[in-house]
C-alpha cells in the first residue's frame, strides 16, 4: 500500500480498507494545524492506486465501505474523481459507501449533477472541517471561505442527496470572540441538514501560528472550563435534527443520535462539569495530546 505521512482517518467512519488517493491538503494555511505542514498537495499517481485496490481486492475482495485519504480528496475534479470511484468499483465490486472528507471549497467545482453522478458511483456521506459559521473566526483563522460559502456548498450537497457532516471547532475563537463563534455558527448550521454535527476543543500544537500568537499575546486561549461554557452556548443555540459527537472537551460521553431529543440532557451535563468537573485532568490530557 502507498501511504504518505501523516494518515489520518476518520475514526468514527469503517477504518479498513483505507485508500490514499491524494497527498496534504490544498489549503494548508489554518492557523491552528501543521499536521500537512511538509507535505505538498498532490494527487496520488494512478498507478499506486489501482496497485493499492488488487492489493485490497486481495485481502477484502468484499468489503462494500472503503474511506478515502487525505485531507481533501474531494478537491479533485469530477471527472477525476469519476474516474478512481470506477477504479474501486472495478476492483471491489461490492462496494456501497465511499467514505470521505474535504474542506467547503472542495464543492466549488462540482454542480449538482456533477454531484448526483458521484453519489451513483458510492460517495454517499463525506465530512467537511467546517470550524465555524462566523465570519470573523474563519477569517480570523484562515479557513479561505466564509459563512456564504458554507451555506450554498452544504445546499449542493442535500441537492444531490448525498449526507454529510460538519464539524465545530471549541476555542478556536479565543476569549474574547468565544460567544459569537458558539453563536453564529449554530445560526449557519441550524439552516443546513448535516447528518453529524461533530465537536472537538482547540489544542494549541507546536509550530501552530495560533501557538505562537499565543506566546506574543496575540491570541487569548479558552481554560478547560471556558471551552466547556462556549460548548454549553454552540449546543443551546443549535436546532440540527442530526446525530452529535463530541470529543476533546468534555470528560464525558456526549455522544450519540437524535441530537435534538437529547439536547437538555447534554446540557445539564455540561453545566454539571462546568460547575464541578476536574478542569485539572481535562487539562492534562490535552497537554498530552499529539495530534488532530
Given at each position: 500500500m502507498h501511504f504518505t505521512e501523516p494518515v489520518y482517518r476518520n475514526p468514527y467512519w469503517p477504518t479498513f480498507p483505507l485508500l490514499q488517493i491524494t497527498q496534504g491538503c490544498t489549503h494548508n494555511k489554518c492557523k491552528f494545524c501543521t499536521m500537512y505542514k511538509d507535505v505538498d498537495f498532490n494527487m496520488q499517481p494512478l498507478e499506486w492506486i489501482e496497485e493499492d485496490l488488487k492489493e485490497i481486492s486481495t485481502v477484502a475482495p468484499n468489503a462494500k465501505t472503503i474511506q478515502l485519504l487525505s485531507a481533501n480528496p474531494l478537491v479533485l475534479t469530477y471527472d477525476k474523481l469519476a474516474h478512481i470511484f470506477k477504479l474501486i468499483k472495478k476492483y471491489l465490486p461490492k462496494i456501497e459507501i465511499m467514505y470521505t472528507q474535504g474542506r467547503v471549497s472542495d464543492l466549488k467545482n462540482k454542480t449538482v449533477a456533477?454531484?448526483?453522478k458521484l453519489k451513483e458511483l458510492g460517495m454517499k456521506e463525506i465530512s467537511l472541517g467546517v470550524e465555524s459559521g462566523d465570519d470573523w473566526t474563519l477569517t480570523r483563522i484562515n479557513k479561505g471561505y466564509n459563512s456564504k460559502d458554507i451555506l450554498q456548498q452544504c445546499h449542493k450537497l442535500e441537492e444531490a442527496g448525498i449526507d454529510y457532516w460538519m464539524t465545530f471547532l471549541n476555542g478556536v475563537a479565543g476569549k474574547k470572540h468565544s460567544k459569537e463563534h458558539a453563536i453564529n455558527s449554530a445560526k449557519i448550521f441550524n439552516q443546513c441538514k448535516p447528518m453529524l454535527v461533530g465537536t472537538g476543543g482547540l489544542t494549541l500544537f507546536p509550530q501552530t501560528p495560533l501557538l505562537e500568537e499565543a506566546k506574543k499575546g496575540d491570541f487569548d486561549p479558552l481554560s478547560e472550563k471556558d471551552l466547556l461554557i462556549e460548548l454549553k452556548t454552540f449546543v443551546e443555540h443549535l436546532i440540527c435534527d442530526c446525530k452529535f459527537?463530541?470529543?476533546h472537551t468534555s470528560g464525558i460521553n456526549l455522544t450519540?443520535?437524535?441530537f435534538l431529543r437529547r439536547k437538555n440532557d447534554i446540557i445539564l451535563a455540561?453545566?454539571?462539569?462546568?460547575?464541578?468537573?476536574?478542569m485539572e485532568t481535562l487539562s492534562k490530557i490535552r497537554k498530552n495530546k499529539r495530534t488532530l
Open positions: 456533477q454531484l448526483k459527537n463530541t470529543h450519540g443520535p437524535d455540561l453545566e454539571q462539569q462546568i460547575n464541578n468537573g476536574d
